[in-house]
C-alpha cells in the first residue's frame, strides 16, 4: 500500500511541475530561457529535471517494468537511472513553495562556513588532547607490574587510548556522546588519579566551555 501510494504522489507532483512549466513558458515564451542577453541557467535546469521526470514515469519507468516485452538495452537502462537520479533533485522544486523552509535552508547554507571552522577548531584541539593522552596511557600499558596483576585493564587502556588514532576517536566519543565517564573512569579508579585533573580540565574546557560557544555563535 505504500509504495502504491508513493508512486501515485509521483505521478502527481509531477503533473503540477509539468503544468506549471507550460503556462509558465506560456506566459514569458523566450524570456523563459534566454533575456536580456542572460541565459536563465535555473529555468533550464528546472525544465530539464521536469522534462526527465516526465520522461521516466511515462516511458522507462514502464518499459523497463515490462516483463513481457523485450528487455531495454544498456543506454535506455542509463538513461532511466540518471533520470532517477534528477527526480530526487525535484525537492529543490518543492522547497520553493514553502518561504519557512527556504529560509531555514538559507541559514544552514549560510552557517556552513563557521560550522566547517568550528569542526576544525574541535578537530584540533581533539588531536592535541590524544597526543598527550597517548603519551600518559602509554608507560602504563607497558608497566610490567600493572600487566601482570591486571590484564583486563591493560587491554581496555590499549583499546581506547593506545595509539593516537584510538585516543583521538574515543575524545570525539567523549564530546559528543555525552557518555564521558564511561571513558574516564577505569582510567581514574585503576589507573591513577592524575587522569582525573587531564580529563577535569579537557571536559571543562571542550565538552562544556566551547562546544556551548560554538553553540550560542549559531543561535545568535
Do not use: H
Request: charged share 15%; aromatic share 14%.
Amino acid at each position: 500500500p505504500m509504495d502504491g501510494f508513493i508512486e501515485v504522489m509521483q505521478v502527481v507532483f509531477c503533473v503540477i511541475f509539468l503544468l506549471e512549466l507550460v503556462v509558465r513558458i506560456a506566459m514569458r515564451r523566450q524570456a523563459y530561457f534566454y533575456e536580456a542577453g542572460v541565459f536563465e541557467k535555473f529555468n533550464i535546469f528546472d525544465t530539464v529535471i521536469v522534462l526527465f521526470t516526465v520522461l521516466d514515469l511515462a516511458i522507462l519507468t514502464p518499459l523497463s517494468d515490462d516483463t513481457d516485452g523485450p528487455k531495454p538495452d544498456f543506454p535506455v537502462i542509463r538513461i532511466a537511472r540518471f533520470a532517477k537520479l534528477l527526480r530526487a533533485l525535484q525537492l529543490i522544486r518543492t522547497i520553493q513553495m514553502f518561504s519557512k523552509l527556504r529560509v531555514l535552508m538559507a541559514t544552514v547554507g549560510m552557517s556552513f562556513c563557521a560550522l566547517l571552522w568550528s569542526m576544525v577548531l574541535l578537530f584540533l584541539t581533539m588531536t592535541m588532547a590524544a597526543l598527550i593522552l597517548t603519551q600518559l596511557v602509554n608507560p602504563y600499558i607497558e608497566d610490567p607490574s600493572l600487566n601482570e596483576d591486571n590484564e583486563d585493564i591493560v587491554e581496555w587502556m590499549y583499546t581506547q587510548y593506545g595509539t593516537a588514532g584510538r585516543s583521538l576517536w574515543t575524545l570525539f566519543l567523549v564530546t559528543f556522546s555525552g557518555g564521558w565517564p564511561n571513558y574516564v573512569s577505569r582510567l581514574v579508579e585503576e589507573v591513577s588519579v592524575v587522569f582525573a585533573y587531564v580529563f577535569g580540565v579537557y571536559v571543562t574546557v571542550v565538552v562544556f566551555a566551547m562546544t556551548r560557544i560554538i553553540t550560542a555563535l549559531f543561535l545568535k
